[in-house]
């Protein structure tokens, strides 16, 4: 009987200690990080989880189909940062809900063209011919600015990134334009005359190259408002463990993995975190 005793209170001061140890956080704990994504780069975010378990973080892709929601979630802490934007698109973002999220790190750069099954060159467009652009600020000024790229249009130069159809200051073609859903633009391309996608977008959609009718450079602006970024928000973007996670998309095997993922169509690339910030900085300065 003794023994037993003398057992049983052994195995209570062992519970209780190790009770003790749970009440602090453990390292799986403090390297666990939770990325919101809202499309799917399939074997990139896979490989990216492995490449992050290798460093100790226990990486979590958590994915939002529509795209205010992961700047959403980050803003109200449900998770600890985003890949799915470029910086123009953050930028609005920013200044439509008076927050502060900041990039920490370059993820890709994925050109936009304007497409038709309708017709085979530019000059083919007929006038009042119907073209879809998206519907969101950012988005909606680059497939404008497409437009203007190609003679379509004339934009006011006062608008600069980020235009409306009110900015157009003269349509010889008399485009009928209306702006749709940013992720709808692949879905409607054989109901209107033009609409812009995203190169990686129509690829996935089965919409092949051959309906491109003009294809934008990415970085062929001032800056890089249309670079896809890490995200944050202001107060972790020193955080060293969200920054290795950002590095790492810049493992030869993960830029591999895109590569074949969107048939070369986008791009990792990586450029100085300051002038990514610097570039945030100025969009919303000028939008203000």
């Known amino acids: 009987m003794k023994k037993l005793i003398g057992f049983l209170i052994i195995s209570v001061v062992s519970i209780v200690l190790l009770s003790g140890c749970d009440s602090n956080p453990s390292s799986a704990d403090e390297t666990k990080v939770k990325l919101g994504v809202s499309s799917v780069y399939g074997p990139v975010w896979q490989m990216l989880q492995e490449k992050s378990k290798e460093e100790g973080i226990d990486l979590d892709i958590i994915e939002l189909s529509d795209w205010q929601l992961p700047n959403d979630a980050l803003s109200n802490g449900e998770i600890d940062m985003n890949a799915f934007q470029h910086i123009a698109f953050l930028s609005q973002y920013n200044i439509q809900k008076n927050e502060n999220l900041t990039p920490i790190g370059a993820r890709s750069v994925v050109p936009k063209g304007l497409y038709s099954?309708?017709?085979?060159?530019?000059?083919?467009?007929?006038?009042?011919?119907?073209?879809?652009?998206?519907?969101?600020?950012?988005?909606?000024?680059?497939?404008?600015?497409?437009?203007?790229?190609?003679?379509?249009?004339?934009?006011?130069?006062?608008?600069?990134?980020?235009?409306?159809?009110?900015?157009?200051?003269?349509?010889?073609?008399?485009?009928?334009?209306?702006?749709?859903?940013?992720?709808?633009?692949?879905?409607?391309?054989?109901?209107?005359?033009?609409?812009?996608?995203?190169?990686?977008?129509?690829?996935?959609?089965?919409?092949?190259?051959?309906?491109?009718?003009?294809?934008?450079?990415?970085?062929?602006?001032?800056?890089?408002?249309?670079?896809?970024?890490?995200?944050?928000?202001?107060?972790?973007?020193?955080?060293?463990?969200?920054?290795?996670?950002?590095?790492?998309?810049?493992?030869?095997?993960?830029?591999?993995?895109?590569?074949?993922?969107?048939?070369?169509?986008?791009?990792?690339?990586?450029?100085?975190?300051?002038?990514?910030?610097?570039?945030?900085?100025?969009?919303?300065?000028?939008?203000q």
């Open 117 to 287: 099954e309708k017709f085979s060159d530019i000059s083919d467009i007929p006038d009042g011919a119907e073209v879809a652009i998206a519907n969101d600020a950012a988005n909606m000024g680059l497939d404008l600015l497409l437009l203007q790229d190609v003679g379509l249009i004339q934009l006011d130069p006062e608008a600069g990134i980020f235009p409306t159809p009110e900015d157009i200051i003269d349509n010889p073609k008399d485009l009928q334009i209306e702006t749709i859903n940013p992720q709808q633009t692949a879905r409607i391309l054989t109901d209107v005359d033009i609409t812009a996608i995203y190169t990686s977008t129509a690829y996935k959609a089965g919409i092949g190259q051959e309906h491109a009718l003009y294809v934008d450079d990415p970085l062929n602006h001032d800056g890089y408002p249309y670079v896809g970024v890490f995200v944050v928000r202001e107060e972790d973007k020193e955080n060293e463990i969200y920054q290795k996670v950002a590095s790492l998309i810049q493992d030869p095997e993960i830029k591999e993995a895109l590569k074949e993922d969107t048939n070369g169509l986008d791009k990792i690339i990586e450029l100085p975190v300051e002038d990514l910030q610097a570039t945030l900085e100025q969009l919303v300065e000028n939008a």
